[in-house]
Every structure is written in structure tokens, then in C-alpha cells.
């Protein structure tokens, strides 16, 4: 199967180094919409979208494979072979802040700079590691998913998105999780939310920045420090965009922080 075709693949600007754009969970390559023009005239600006979201070939959704997070990466990697491309920006939201890094340790050559925004490695609390949540809150969160796909998306999108004072921003979020397919929402959240990849940060070779909202409830502050004291020389910006999503609420500071950084 054509790789660029599985994933949607859209390649735009101009330039000699590439810069790739990777939605999270619920989302697709429309949530860069704000972000990716902005660096056109600079980059060749790469947008996809993960197997079983956006305009993907459903078909291609294997449970096994995606299983892990490890399988995205194995896109990643595949997509960057099918276009050629070496030392490249990439640019990762939420859940596919980890995807960057673990396509990073398998194809060092791949990226030249990792820029990851509200990631996190870890979601459930371990000992004296604060994810944010305990097990038996993900475990709920993942049973109301399995049990009303659409009444958890309606009560959850808002309440990632942050900014109640703009309602228009958590009805994109839920519409975006709603046209997602059930079931593959289903998985992909249980790997998202179960995954663990604090033992790969400090594999990581290339210099990466951290872009760290306030107010954000799937990846606090002191999750965002644990990555950047994780990964070695990284760097952390700390935005005044509130929620998780700030490629939406705020795309002009998230445009001057990786600009600033590339």
C-alpha cells in the first residue's frame, strides 16, 4: 500500500528542510490549519493524518500493529522514507509528542529538531511521578469512552480544550472527536492513555523544545518539566495560552516559539 495515500499525506511550501506536522488523539491534519501555513515560505510543511483518523485508509487500521504507540512511530518512520526526507523539523501535539520521539530513537536521521507540544510521557500517577491521573481515573475514563463514544467526547473536548470563554473552540474538539471512528477511538485511547515512554526520553539525540501550556489538564506543568529534565538539553517554553490545544486557542504564539527555535 502506498504509504502517502494510507496516511493522507499532503506536502506543501517550499524550501530545502522539511517540517512535519502530527495531530493527537480525536484530531486530524485540520487542527494545524492555523500553524502549518505560517512556515510555507520556509519549509516544505508535511501534514498527515494517523491510521483511523481524518481522511486515513481505515482499512489500514490493524488492532495489533497500533496497538502500541510504536506502531504510529513505524508510520512516521515510513512516511519520512516515502518522501525522502532527512534532518527534518517535527512538530508533535499531545499523544504524538511520544510518536515524534520514539520515530526519532528508531531513525536518527529522520529529524534534525523535535518540537513537542503538551506532551506527555506518562499519564496515570507511578510513586513519586505525577501523570496528572490515578489508574482507577483513566480506568473510568476509558470505560465511559467504551460505553457512549459521543456523550464522552461532548463531556470531555471542552474540558481538554480549555478556554470556556470561547465555546466555539470545545465544539471543534467535539465534533473533531465525533466524526472519529468508534472503535478506533477506543483503541487508540486506551494506548494513549496506558502508555509509558519515560524510559525513552533519554534516548533522544536531537535537540528538542517542549511548548507548555497553563491550565492544561492532560499535561500539567510538572509533566511538562519531567520531559524536559528527561531528554537530554532539551529546552521549555512556557506559553500563556491556556488548555491543551494551542495550536487552536493560540496558533501566533505557538508559530513565534518554533520559528524562534528552527
Known amino acids: 500500500m502506498d504509504v502517502l495515500a494510507r496516511n493522507n499525506v499532503h506536502v506543501r511550501g517550499r524550501g530545502d528542510r522539511a517540517m512535519v506536522f502530527a495531530h493527537g488523539f480525536g484530531c486530524d491534519q485540520n487542527m494545524w490549519r492555523f500553524v502549518a501555513p505560517e512556515f510555507e515560505s520556509e519549509f516544505k510543511v508535511v501534514l498527515f493524518d494517523h491510521v483511523g483518523a481524518g481522511g486515513s485508509d481505515l482499512s489500514a487500521y490493524d488492532k495489533a500493529k497500533y496497538s502500541t504507540l510504536l506502531g504510529y512511530a513505524d508510520d512516521l518512520v515510513e512516511i519520512g522514507a516515502a518522501l525522502g526526507l532527512k534532518n527534518a523539523v517535527f ?156 495550536n487552536l486557542s493560540a496558533p501566533a504564539e505557538v508559530v513565534s516559539a518554533i520559528r524562534a527555535y528552527v
Open 91 to 246: 512538530v508533535g501535539h499531545s499523544v504524538s509528542a511520544m510518536i515524534g520521539v520514539l520515530a526519532s530513537i528508531k531513525a536518527p536521521d529522520l529529524f534534525g529538531r523535535l518540537v513537542l507540544i503538551g506532551p506527555s510521557a506518562k499519564y496515570i500517577d507511578d510513586g513519586d511521578y505525577k501523570g496528572g491521573f490515578s489508574e482507577k481515573q483513566i480506568a473510568e475514563l476509558l470505560e465511559f469512552l467504551e460505553d457512549n463514544h459521543m456523550g464522552w467526547s461532548a463531556a470531555m473536548a471542552p474540558s481538554i480544550m480549555g478556554n470556556p470563554d470561547r465555546p466555539e473552540l470545545g465544539e471543534e474538539l467535539t465534533n473533531s472527536f465525533c466524526r472519529t471512528d468508534p472503535e478506533i477511538a477506543k483503541a487508540f485511547a486506551r494506548v494513549t492513555f496506558t502508555s509509558d515512554n519515560r524510559s525513552d526520553l533519554s534516548k533522544v539525540t536531537v535537540p528538542t523544545l517542549i511548548l507548555q501550556c497553563s491550565e492544561d489538564i492532560i499535561a500539567s506543568e510538572e509533566v511538562g518539566k519531567f520531559v524536559r529534565s528527561r531528554i537530554p538539553g532539551s529546552e521549555i517554553v512556557f506559553l500563556k495560552a491556556t488548555g491543551h490545544c494551542p
